[in-house]
């Protein structure tokens, strides 16, 4: 992965320094409310329900086990012993204190990390593919390409009071899994006719309360041009987004009024006049970039190992695990492999101290002393031999990191909801796992198949609602928690958003609702025919229909 | 618009000379002084009979690219810097100018005094500000500009080019391979 080199380790401590310097101040009554929000927030500081909430960059999802282990430290000494990680492959601690944040900030810089632009109105961490090097259908390595825009968009003097916060993501393999028509700007690597590989640019999606899938605005950018036409778009939307009102101000809503080529017209325009500068990329920026994610040195007798298979066929239960949570990899004999951070019982995304230490661990021992985040909110461990799976199998299961659901109804995102946030109308968290409660049977849960289900406490849309497969989003009706249930959402290169089933279902009759369309699901599918596909070819109404009967019945 | 008594010119506190004249107001037949874009055009950016120096003041829509031939002898450019009022929060600093200052700097030439006024013209701003070429700062009432000064200084390196700065990390990662 990345490693920081002097200067990206100066910078960055001087960013720290600043920031303490801003803490004092603002602690020493020099620095105003208002003033220090915008500084902070651009620090990843945000002042919430009951304590202040610190979001730290986990960079498209890439992370060290020394860096894993840093965040169990915090964890521990600052937090109350545990993190969320989120849908933006970040982590946020809920639970420190304010003027410690500066001392944090300043441990996370010693194993190079950090928390800025993780909020405010600039450029966000970039987000990826959480099997970037090691995907099947991958046309290329996308984590150099993320390390250069992280880099240009970092501490970026024009880019930093935009009109609205700016998300950027990145996929280069055939199965979309990093939601990128959900992004301000997405990015999907692919070849021309002539057999070159560039970038196809869309612009304007975004999720939260005015949710809409971006446009493409270039098919084909030739690979030189990555960080000047980034450029280009977010001047143009700096310079002509609106700022008046914050739900309008997102560039997704600039790019729906105007229209996608109007749009790609100003951008041209304004990229015609930089394409030439030293934004250009040289091959060398490239190939350096790319030798620090150079494929590991992968073991040559991995596929030779027997016990992988015999385990299959003797334990069950590990057969059940590796079916769920374990996925192909490009190198013969090794696997990536899913951890589950949706336990019963647990908030979606928490994760113990003592956990990562453990998986902190196990990624030194079985892959590589690396792991990722999903913007499902689980972890993965990218390069395990398979002859290692049921070791690494049996040890996770001791901390309850080997639950066999990924993919499945129980896997749901989530956000913090009422529990935590601010700015949520209800709680999700409670939600979450009343379902959970009601799902228990794996058997179940295997039978539905692929069911992506996302959840929001607020408009907002930080669990992604309106792209589940079932979305669930909390909102505030005659002073309850009410919840609005969407379906055919998809984040992927199909993706679309979902359909409101009906009016919004009070707090003690969502889970008999969901259970009423999985019924129907259940009923109406064909063959191996996943939800969304039955929905797509069936509609609203059967779902509708039982949703509310099972409703008057109670 | 009442000037601040002092301003920041190349990372020193200056008394400030400037006055801007609001389009309500007649000129002053002397000292130093802005108007507005509309002002100037009208009198296509020649004040023979006013004695001191007259500037353009660009609100922060301004295409600058457009206007720049009409305003490209202008001794100083005033680009505002606003905290505006949105529905929901009431503070929103508004980044639009630093857009233009770079377009100025880098795109049209100008080689002249670029200014920044408004309220969001703290400390904390000046040094991406700098960056992006603007040389002289009207702080916003209550800033201690001694530790103003010191905000300068606070990072050694930057990412991106920009119009001023140091050479960019990855121009110099460049040059040492």
């Not at chain 1, 409660?437 to 408009?459: H, N, P, V, W």
Request: one cysteine or more; charged letters at 25%.
């Amino acid at each position: 992965m990345y490693r920081y080199d002097e200067y990206d380790q100066k910078i960055l401590s001087e960013r720290v320094a600043q920031f303490r310097g801003q803490m004092q101040r603002y602690l020493a009554g020099e620095l105003s409310d208002p003033d220090f929000r915008a500084l902070r927030l651009m620090n990843g500081l945000y002042f919430q329900r009951f304590a202040p909430m610190y979001r730290i960059a986990i960079p498209y999802g890439m992370l060290s086990s020394t860096q894993l282990r840093k965040l169990a430290e915090i964890a521990r000494q600052y937090d109350r012993g545990y993190g969320h990680f989120t849908t933006r492959q970040n982590i946020q601690f809920n639970w420190c204190k304010t003027e410690d944040i500066p001392d944090i900030f300043a441990e996370l810089a010693s194993v190079e990390m950090h928390s800025v632009q993780t909020s405010g109105n600039c450029i966000r961490n970039t987000t990826t593919d959480q099997l970037a090097g090691v995907a099947v259908d991958e046309l290329e390595d996308p984590r150099p390409y993320c390390e250069l825009i992280r880099q240009w968009s970092s501490f970026h003097p024009e880019f930093a009071y935009l009109p609205r916060k700016f998300k950027i993501a990145v996929s280069s393999s055939k199965q979309d899994r990093a939601a990128v028509q959900m992004h301000d700007v997405g990015v999907y690597m692919l070849r021309n006719e002539a057999g070159e590989i560039g970038y196809q640019i869309w612009v304007g999606g975004g999720l939260g309360r005015t949710p809409i899938l971006s446009t493409k605005i270039r098919e084909f950018l030739e690979k030189p041009h990555l960080l000047s036409y980034l450029e280009a778009i977010v001047r143009v939307y700096n310079r002509h987004g609106r700022r008046n009102d914050t739900n309008r101000a997102r560039i997704k809503i600039m790019v729906r009024d105007m229209g996608g080529e109007a749009f790609a017209e100003l951008v041209e325009n304004e990229w015609n006049k930089i394409k030439d500068s030293y934004l250009q990329l040289t091959d060398d920026d490239i190939l350096r970039m790319q030798s620090h994610f150079t494929q590991p040195d992968y073991d040559a007798d991995a596929a030779n190992d027997t016990q992988f298979e015999h385990y299959l066929n003797s334990d069950k239960g590990f057969a059940r695990w590796v079916q769920h949570n374990v996925t192909e990899h490009k190198q013969p004999g090794y696997r990536a492999v899913y951890i589950s951070l949706k336990a019963p019982g647990i908030p979606p995304g928490d994760c113990t101290h003592e956990q990562m230490d453990l998986i902190a661990d196990l990624a030194d021992q079985y892959s590589l002393g690396e792991l990722r985040t999903t913007h499902d909110q689980n972890l993965v461990l990218a390069d395990v031999r398979q002859g290692d799976l049921y070791a690494l199998w049996q040890k996770l299961g001791e901390q309850e990191l080997a639950t066999p659901n990924i993919g499945t109804l129980n896997d749901m995102i989530c956000c913090p909801g009422l529990d935590f946030c601010g700015l949520a109308n209800a709680g999700s968290i409670g939600i979450a796992e009343k379902l959970n409660q009601r799902f228990d049977d794996l058997d179940y849960l295997y039978d539905l198949g692929e069911l992506k289900l996302k959840m929001s406490g607020c408009m907002n849309g930080c669990g992604h609602h309106s792209v589940g497969h079932i979305g669930i989003l909390g909102v505030e009706k005659k002073g309850g928690e009410w919840y609005q249930l969407t379906l055919g959402g998809d984040a992927t290169h199909d993706a679309s958003l979902g359909d409101r089933v009906g009016p919004a279902i009070e707090k003690d009759q969502i889970v008999d609702a969901i259970e009423a369309i999985l019924t129907v699901y259940v009923e109406q599918r064909e063959g191996d025919e996943r939800f969304l596909d039955t929905y797509r070819r069936v509609g609203m109404e059967p779902f509708k229909q039982r949703v509310y009967a099972t409703k008057e019945a109670a | 618009m009442t000037p601040a008594p002092n301003a920041i010119v190349n990372r020193q506190v200056v008394e400030n000379h400037w006055q801007h004249i609001d389009d309500d107001s007649a000129l002053p037949d002397s000292g130093d002084i802005t108007v507005s874009l509309k002002r100037w055009q009208e009198a296509e950016g020649q004040f023979p009979d006013h004695v001191g120096q007259v500037a353009v003041r660009l609100s922060n829509d301004i295409d600058v690219e457009e206007v720049y031939p009409g305003i490209a002898h202008s001794p100083m450019i005033l680009l505002d810097f606003p905290i505006i009022d949105t529905n929901k929060r009431g503070y929103h600093p508004d980044g639009k100018a630093y857009s233009q200052a770079r377009l100025l700097r880098e795109r049209c030439g100008y080689r002249g005094e670029i200014r920044a006024h408004g309220q969001e013209v703290i400390s904390d701003v000046l040094l991406y500000m700098e960056r992006c070429g603007i040389n002289a700062f009207e702080m916003r009432e209550g800033q201690n500009l001694g530790k103003a000064i010191a905000c300068f200084s606070e990072f050694s390196e930057a990412y991106q080019g920009a119009a001023s700065g140091p050479q960019p990390i990855f121009l110099r990662r460049r040059a040492a391979t």
